[in-house]
């Protein structure tokens, strides 16, 4: 298994790959809201491709997505240590699709 500057430990579940314990804890935690009425939709890992005029700067996946009791919609990324590479994919992510909030989760029962 590759080594992480952070520490953190891959986790398998349901058939997806979790790059922390942090990140699989809060999916664990929002399919409990799901089955609960609270959340809907969740997705796992949806892409966020960054083009500008034409040229692609990078992919951005996101950690979930789904939508709330509002039926806003809500991205979310799990981050224990948020590096200076995650705020600029945060910027450029949020700049390339207007009205989007990437919210940041430290804890899985935020």
């Known amino acids: ?29 929002l399919k409990e809201l799901e089955r609960a009425g609270a959340v809907s939709d969740i997705e ?3 892409p966020y491709p960054c083009f500008i ?3 692609k700067i990078c992919l ?10 509002n039926g ?3 991205v979310e990324d799990t981050k224990g240590v948020q590096t200076d590479v995650f705020k600029l ?5 949020e700049a390339l699709y207007p009205g989007l909030i ?7 029962r935020e």
């Open 1 to 29: 298994m590759a080594y992480n500057k952070y520490g953190a430990i891959k986790v398998k579940l349901d058939g997806y790959v979790f790059d922390s314990k942090l990140e699989a804890a809060r999916y664990k935690f």
């Open 72 to 74: 806003e919609e809500v």
């Open 44 to 46: 796992v890992h949806p």
């Open 89 to 93: 994919k945060k910027k450029l992510v």
């Open 102 to 108: 990437i919210q940041i989760v430290s804890s899985p």
């Open 53 to 55: 005029e034409g040229k």
């Open 60 to 69: 951005y996946k996101a950690d979930f997505k789904y939508k709330n009791a």
